[in-house]
């Protein structure tokens, strides 16, 4: 009987006991059924990274301690990261995230005003289908490549630096001060 001490083994055709357990594998010519020399690769299909973004800790560590976002905006925020295409563009119904998460779709509203007021998504102004277009501030998240994050980055002011349009009000400042 096969396993038993002294009788015969049984092997899986094609397989030789090898000390590490390893399967030992052979190229045949299908046509001829001769062996040929070298060694088979075999490469496993690139696997895809599947959904993915990256999220930047510091500043969701200040929307967390913002207390203007409340447990429904977060939701919301959370959706609507979920729904990120490449590059952080959103294209959503309001309607359809509130029958999603079950809220109303006027408590969806407030939620993306008070994303949009604190510089979590920005409104493109644009509709697709009926949709309202947003996209994620790259402040926040990134998907996409790290070569278009960084020219994406690279093409940004600095937030703490605003333009103030002068005009009139300027051209006084630069006049000596008669007297």
């Not at 396993?3 to 083994?9: C, H, L, M, R």
């Not at 969806?108 to 008070?114: F, H, K, L, N």
């Not at 300027?170 to 007297?179: I, N, T, V």
């Amino acid at each position: 009987m096969a396993g038993q001490e002294g009788g015969p083994q049984i092997k899986p055709r094609g397989r030789k006991a090898t000390s590490s357990g390893r399967r030992n594998v052979m190229l045949i010519d299908m046509d001829t059924g001769e062996p040929l020399d070298g060694v088979p690769l075999l490469v496993p299909r690139k696997q895809g990274i599947g959904d993915w973004a990256m999220i930047m800790l510091v500043r969701l560590g200040e929307l967390a301690a913002d207390r203007e976002i409340t447990g429904e905006t977060w939701r919301v925020l959370a959706y609507v990261m979920a729904q990120a295409e490449w590059e952080n563009w959103v294209r959503l119904s309001q309607a359809d995230v509130g029958k999603v998460l079950g809220l109303k779709r006027q408590s969806v509203q407030r939620a993306m005003r008070t994303l949009v007021a604190k510089r979590v998504i920005e409104k493109s102004g644009t509709t697709i289908g009926g949709n309202n277009v947003y996209r994620i501030c790259k402040d926040v998240s990134w998907r996409g490549k790290m070569t278009s994050y960084r020219k994406a980055k690279q093409g940004e002011k600095p937030p703490h630096l605003k333009i103030i349009d002068g005009g009139k009000d300027m051209a006084k400042l630069d006049q000596p001060k008669e007297g």
